[in-house]
T-cell receptor, first 114, second 115 residues
Framework: AQSVTQLGSHVSVSEGALVLLRCNYS??????LFWYVQYPNQGLQLLLK??????LVKGINGFEAEFKKSETSFHLTKPSAHMSDAAEYFC????????????FGTGTRLTVIP | GAGVSQSPSNKVTEKGKDVELRCDPI?????LYWYRQSLGQGLEFLIY????????KSGLPSDRFSAERTGGSVSTLTIQRTQQEDSAVYLC?????????????FGPGTRLTVL
């Protein structure tokens, strides 16, 4: 079975500081991994995805994530936080290769302090 | 172009009543998903439609929940005899072909409150 765990339901960073949002996965098969962002009063939007090509994945708005099989992790980072990054972030894993739905983590709410 | 739309945006109902939630996917997308987002929890998969294939209903929590997709486009999620634990945001998503690496595009959701 596939699942993801997001460590920290709330993360606060200062504007300009490094953003690090943690995601660990559990999968019995090589996973496909996703990060989605939900801005206030908006739907979820894809930030980036890992589909077994390059282990370092670059996404929109300066975010990137690195797939580390040895650590079963897919942490999301951004070198310098902007006020506009304040949102809820969800890590997700595909149910299994060939399956169709995603298993989501419980989300991490990012607050950016001016 | 237009994204995924859902209606209503908010629905308040009384326990025991039936509700219908609607999803209009992105034009041309063959795959459609329903998820539920409960307070303090992640998104929970409910059901998946792909073209004319039989839907994957493995995530539906009880037989009070059902969904249809007419003409390969619009979908309706129906909850019968609503319970307070059904209160959540119901999210619809569509993708171009339904593959495991496809990007799913989400609608803004329907917030359901069962009194």
């Amino acid at each position: 079975a596939q699942s993801v765990t997001q460590l920290g339901s709330h993360v606060s960073v200062s504007e300009g500081a490094l953003v690090l949002l943690r995601c660990n996965y559990s999968s019995s098969v090589p996973p496909y991994l996703f990060w989605y962002v939900q801005y206030p009063n908006q739907g979820l939007q894809l930030l980036l995805k890992y589909t077994s090509a390059a282990t370092l994945v670059k996404g929109i708005n300066g975010f990137e994530a690195e797939f580390k099989k040895s650590e079963t992790s897919f942490h999301l980072t951004k070198p310098s936080a902007h006020m506009s990054d304040a949102a809820e972030y969800f890590c997700a894993v595909s149910a299994s290769p060939g399956a169709n739905n995603l298993f989501f983590g419980t989300g991490t709410r990012l607050t950016v302090i001016p | 172009g237009a994204g995924v739309s859902q209606s209503p945006s908010n629905k308040v109902t009384e326990k025991g009543k039936d509700v219908e939630l609607r999803c209009d996917p992105i034009s041309g997308h063959t795959a459609l998903y329903w998820y539920r987002q409960s307070l303090g929890q992640g998104l929970e998969f409910l059901i998946y439609f792909q073209g004319n294939s039989a839907p994957d209903k493995s995530g539906l929590p009880s037989d009070r929940f059902s969904a249809e997709r007419t003409g390969g486009s619009v979908s309706t999620l129906t909850i019968q005899r609503t319970q307070q634990e059904d209160s959540a945001v119901y999210l619809c998503a569509s993708s171009s072909s339904g593959g495991p690496t496809d990007t799913q595009y989400f609608g803004p959701g329907t917030r359901l409150t069962v009194l």
